[in-house]
């Protein structure tokens, strides 16, 4: 614990539990007032706007009412620092999600959570045009950032099907509604509340303003890494939300989209797990012989809906 962490524990009487997170950019630390009562300090190594990114969406959220999501409530703001209230929640990893042992109940939150946190009217502040502008086209960009390490493990005609799908994708982000999007969707940042119906989330520092309304279901479903054909929790989480959200795919050109969607989040975590040959695959062959198969794909989704 460096002088910095220390004296912002010591100027609002806290005491040291445990280290969270701690990187580069950042440190979240677990820790204790005089009642015993558990809060989070996270500190910034220097002053930025995705601090205040995050502090100004929690304020926001904090005047609101939630049926189906809980977000951490802003006790103090400093400079390069925020406490909040810390949230008894579910812990998972992307190991142990596949084999949670889900309930229609847990589906249910699971979705209903995911809309409210989607219908969110978020302040611009603190997002620059560019950021803004990311969010319309954000699997594009995604696509072409992979492409040029993935290219070589598929063929010219996959090549020109994931130009294509970037094509109609950019054409179609002119109409499509675009919704909240968390953009880190992975199971420490969204987590079942222990003792309660509700969802939790945190960390909103990152990712551009608003976004395509399945990139968080899509990568969420993504986190553990396996082949689209055995997914099992997955699908009906995906089923679920086409059924509560409204969505359709009922048309080519939305089915491209969804594919468009997929193939980016697969993408970003084939290039998380880059280093390790044999669940890379496992990420290749789910873009090269399901989402870029036309029928294969088609019986994908039937499976999905059924």
Known sequence: ???RIAAILNEHGLTFISILSASKERNVILAKDKKETKIVVKVFTKVNRFLWKEIDFLKQVSNQQFHFVEFPRILAVGNDFFLMSFLDREHQTRDSISQKKWTTENYQSFVSGLVEFQNIQRSKKNFTEV???KGCVFPVMIILKGYLSFRKNISILDRLKIIQLSIIYLIGSLFWKKVNVHYDFQTYNYSFLNGSSKMSILDFETGPYKGDKWHDVAYYCSISPASLSSWTYQKKILRKFIGQSGI?????????????????VQLIRYDFFRNDSQIKKIYSDNISKV???KNKFRIWIKEIMN
């Open 248 to 264: 359709k795919i009922n048309t080519w050109v939305r089915c491209q989209k969804l594919r468009c969607v997929f193939v980016a």
């Open 291 to 293: 989402l870029l198969d």
């Open 131 to 133: 950021e803004q502008l």
């Open 1 to 3: 614990m460096n002088e």
